[in-house]
């Protein structure tokens, strides 16, 4: 993302990172207390990441994180006006660029094609980084790995154990679990 965010300053688009709370803590780096033990993380976390966009603190309690999602590593674009272009609950550099070429087309375009916004959901993929995301587990301390390893554990039991779910309902979406009736 500092890549991209350094692509297009340029363009009147301003990347900032908002520091909600720690993800995965550790011995190394704990749940925050205070404002300060905060601080002090994320000034450890933009020293490692060599961050230079601008960094934004939450609050203890996670007022920002609560109005934006609470999901982890979002992405939001919104335009000066305050409208929402782009929102998503994980990070991909290829689909934010994407999503900011359109945003920025629009804005130019909009006036002289007669273009009007409107919404739209769709799934993407990112791949993951699992050494880089394993080496900050291990940089936040043996809690921290031992953490999302009894994740792991306990979502691989909750897969393999019968369930009566007939998965999601969501307008649109004809999911029909195996055996099942549709829904």
């Known amino acids: 993302m ?3 965010a350094g692509r297009y300053a340029n363009r009147a688009v301003r990347s900032v990172f908002i520091y909600t709370r720690e993800a995965h803590p550790g011995e190394n780096y704990r749940h925050h207390e205070s404002l300060e033990d905060k601080r002090q993380n994320a000034r450890a976390f933009v020293a490692h990441s060599k961050l230079r966009r601008q960094v934004l603190l939450d609050d203890l309690e996670g007022t920002a994180h609560c109005a934006y999602g609470m999901l982890p590593n979002m992405t939001w674009i919104v335009g000066r006006s305050g409208m929402i272009h782009y929102k998503s609950a994980w990070t991909s550099v290829a689909d934010v660029e994407d999503a900011l070429e359109r945003v920025l087309d629009f804005q130019a375009n909009r006036a002289k094609r007669q273009w009007v916004a409107f919404y739209s959901e769709r799934s993407a993929w990112s791949t993951r980084d699992y050494k880089g995301f394993m080496a900050g587990l291990e940089r936040n301390g043996p809690q921290a790995v031992a ?3 009894r994740m792991l554990e306990r979502n691989k ?3 393999e154990a019968p ?3 007939v998965g999601p309902r969501v307008p649109g979406n004809y999911y029909e679990p195996e055996g099942g009736t549709g829904a």
């Open 2 to 4: 500092e890549e991209l």
């Open 147 to 149: 953490d999302y390893q």
């Open 157 to 159: 039991a909750a897969r």
């Open 163 to 165: 369930s009566e779910d």
